[in-house]
């Protein structure tokens, strides 16, 4: 099956992917940003103030970083990074919050939300909210407040309220239901910043689009480095954005793979992961229809992952579309083979990768000897691992105890 | 004629509005559901809204959002919530409409649910997270088995919103009250009269308000101008606090539900003394 690069359609499908689940209280609102989005999206204003900020706040573009310690460990394919981990806020985050908050003040909204797993997302909305002035709500599960400390000091510092949510698994999709029913109480001032590609028609291009900074950087950088385009692209996949974000620059580039990596938690057989695709069946949970991790009555199921930011049971649906088209591959890798990508990188490259950006590691540390010398494998890096470090101690020293 | 419609007339020979009582479903059990529902009926419920419980109740406060869980520890699936409809259809013909989210309707299957639910004599849906542009498939099966979606509008539609309900609702339409979630709220917005004034002129269909209302007070007020009321969370929170003790439970619910239907007389609308507290 062809991929369809015009996608999604007119109604926000990605084939049978995708749409608008949501109740009517949010509609007026998803297509007023639908109607927003379209206005700025081909607006040379726009994408120059766009520009500014990426280039002299976030620091783009960031470096696309040849591994050459870790190519000569595994043998094999050369290895990039692209090093989302050295943008403002130290995640690939910040590229879409800034750009839906250059987008919500053009709509006139004061007041942003946003729901947050690992912090990351949190902390580049707390961060822009603070450039601009607007009033910020974080939501985040209880559960990720622990293991996440660091990012919600950071997001309080940076002057947003931080809701702990303590409803259901006390994780990401928690955090998502409650700041959707904020978004329907306080729908006429507050714009909602999504932090995936997830979410009703428009989110999903909307966070792919600005995303794709990632992927139409790494494409160009390539080709001065290398005089080619790459034979395989990794990155971890939650609900995808960074993915999302290096992939579908290179959607039409017939030669070059794409692996997503989902979590495979303790392991996909004993059922405690949250990998959606390889493991899922099709639903619709937050706005759109796509794989999940859900019982056969249609209840969805707890997740698990060391790393809270793919601790969801969804996944973003033109990834839903991606994999059912065959264009891109999704596999998936444990937490501890993500452990061990995790110190592997810091200890070859001295880079502390996120635990997140850690299951693409893995799977590029599987995949890199299998390749050839003269391929070139791009993995993206998506955040750093700061924000990891209590968590990770915590699990070496227990490790150690056993 | 669907049992909905058929109610509806009835009630508007009487000169009344229509009281629809939500419940959720296997909350606390699903045998008690069949009680539940029965007593409501007897206590004055024209309508029953029934719940069928989800993991992820996004639009839904406190009150049903703790209802779904207890629903679902309880082990309440999809499937034992029709035959809970069928229990109560052996011995009640109050309209029954499944209420819920789409994930766990759309599982199931479309074409199974609504061949089943019509077997065990329920009269329509009303799902939350569907709106009228990702319901083409439903309405498609409930067309032919001849059940009604329910589609809900809010204080937010616009007018290309109402048109968009009108062509594809039936039943009736269900107008929430408030922006946003579900739950009593002490202080009701009643400046709803003139979107309800602007949804009639789009549809013949009746119009309910919900969301919101919790006393016989607002029901009066709303008896103005409304085709219905639905109350849900404080039957809810009645049957949290009482779900173990069955006989006071009812009791309790009786009481409740019988001063909120004393309230539905369109002639007691708008009499200035009965509103004041």
Redesign the interface.
């Known amino acids: 099956m062809a991929v369809k690069p015009t996608l999604p359609d007119a109604s926000g499908h990605f084939g049978i992917f995708g749409g608008k689940y949501v109740s009517e209280t949010l509609m007026p609102a998803v297509l007023q940003l639908e109607k927003a989005y379209e206005e700025v999206r081909n607006d040379p204003a726009f994408r120059k103030e766009l520009d500014y900020y990426l280039t002299e706040y976030v620091g783009r573009p960031t470096p696309l970083y040849f591994a050459e310690r870790l190519t000569k460990k595994l043998g094999g394919a050369k290895i990039y990074f692209k090093r989302e981990d050295l943008a403002h806020t130290g995640a690939h985050k910040i590229n879409n919050t800034m750009g839906q908050a250059l987008l919500a003040a053009r709509m006139g909204k004061k007041r942003i939300i946003a729901e947050t797993g690992a912090g990351q997302h949190g902390v580049a909305t707390a961060t822009v909210a603070a450039l601009l002035n607007m009033e910020c709500e974080i939501f985040m599960g209880l559960e990720d407040t622990r293991r996440q400390a660091l990012n919600v000091m950071r997001m309080k510092l940076l002057g947003a309220k931080v809701r702990e949510v303590t409803q259901g698994t006390q994780t990401l999709k928690d955090a998502m239901n409650e700041a959707m029913r904020d978004w329907i109480t306080n729908v006429r001032t507050t714009f909602y910043i999504i932090g995936s590609v997830a979410g009703p028609h428009p989110y999903p291009m909307i966070v792919r689009d600005f995303q794709s900074v990632i992927g139409k950087e790494a494409r160009e950088q390539i080709l001065q480095k290398e005089g080619r385009l790459p034979d395989l692209l990794v990155a971890c996949v939650g609900g995808g954005s960074n993915a999302m974000g290096l992939f579908y620059p290179f959607v039409g580039d017939e030669g070059v793979a794409m692996t997503g990596v989902e979590a495979a938690g303790g392991g996909i057989e004993t059922g405690i992961h949250a990998a959606s695709i390889s493991a899922g069946t099709v639903g619709v949970l937050h706005g759109s229809k796509t794989y999940l991790l859900q019982d056969e009555d249609g209840q969805i199921k707890p997740t698990h992952s060391l790393a809270p930011g793919l601790d969801y049971p969804g996944v973003g649906p033109e990834h839903s579309y991606l994999s059912d088209s065959g264009r891109v591959s999704y596999t998936n890798v444990t937490d501890s083979e993500a452990l061990e990508g995790f110190k592997t990188l810091s200890q070859t490259e001295g880079i502390i990768p996120a635990l997140e950006s850690s299951h693409a590691i893995a799977y590029a540390m599987k995949a890199a000897p299998r390749m050839s010398g003269d391929s070139v494998l791009i993995v993206c890096l998506s955040g750093r691992g700061d924000k990891d470090m209590h968590s990770v101690a915590d699990l070496l020293s227990g490790g150690q105890k056993q | 004629m669907s049992r909905i419609s058929e109610k509806f007339n009835e009630l508007k020979q009487k000169d009344r509005i229509a009281l629809v009582s939500y419940i959720t479903a296997g909350d606390p059990t699903l045998d008690l559901t069949v009680d539940i529902a029965l007593q409501l009926e007897e206590s004055g419920a024209d309508i029953i809204e029934l719940g069928v419980p989800?993991?992820?109740?996004?639009?839904?406060?406190p009150a049903i959002?703790l209802a779904s869980e207890r629903a679902?520890v309880g082990g309440a699936?999809?499937?034992g919530v029709l035959d809970t409809v069928k229990e109560i259809r052996k011995k009640s013909g109050v309209p029954i409409i499944l209420f819920g989210y789409?994930?766990?309707?759309?599982?199931?299957g479309l074409e199974r649910v609504v061949k089943d639910a019509a077997e065990a004599g329920a009269d329509g849906f009303l799902i939350?997270?569907?709106?009228p542009?990702?319901a083409g498939e439903l309405k498609t099966h409930t067309d032919k088995a001849g059940l009604d979606i329910v589609?809900?509008?809010?204080?937010?539609?616009?007018s290309e919103?109402i048109g968009l309900?009108a062509e594809n609702a039936s039943g009736f339409v269900y107008l929430?009250s408030v922006?946003?979630?579900t739950g009593e709220r002490p202080e009701m917005d009643y400046s709803l009269e003139g979107l309800t004034g602007e949804i009639r002129q789009a549809t013949g269909l009746p119009v309910g308000i919900g969301f919101g209302i919790s006393s016989p007070e607002q029901v009066s007020r709303l008896s103005g101008y409304a085709d219905a009321v639905i109350v849900g969370s404080a039957i809810v929170r009645i049957i949290e606090r009482y779900g173990s003790e069955k006989k006071k439970l009812l009791n309790e619910l009786s009481g409740f539900v019988s001063g909120l239907s004393a309230a539905c007389g369109r002639s007691n609308s708008a009499s200035p003394g009965r509103a004041k507290k």
Do not use: C, H, I, W
């Not at chain 2, 939350?128 to 709106?131: E, G, I, K, R």
């Open positions: 989800f993991s992820d109740p996004m639009a839904d406060g959002q679902l699936t999809l499937a789409y994930n766990p309707f759309f599982k199931y939350v997270d569907l709106p542009e990702e589609f809900l509008l809010a204080p937010t539609s616009t919103r309900v929430v922006t946003g979630v």
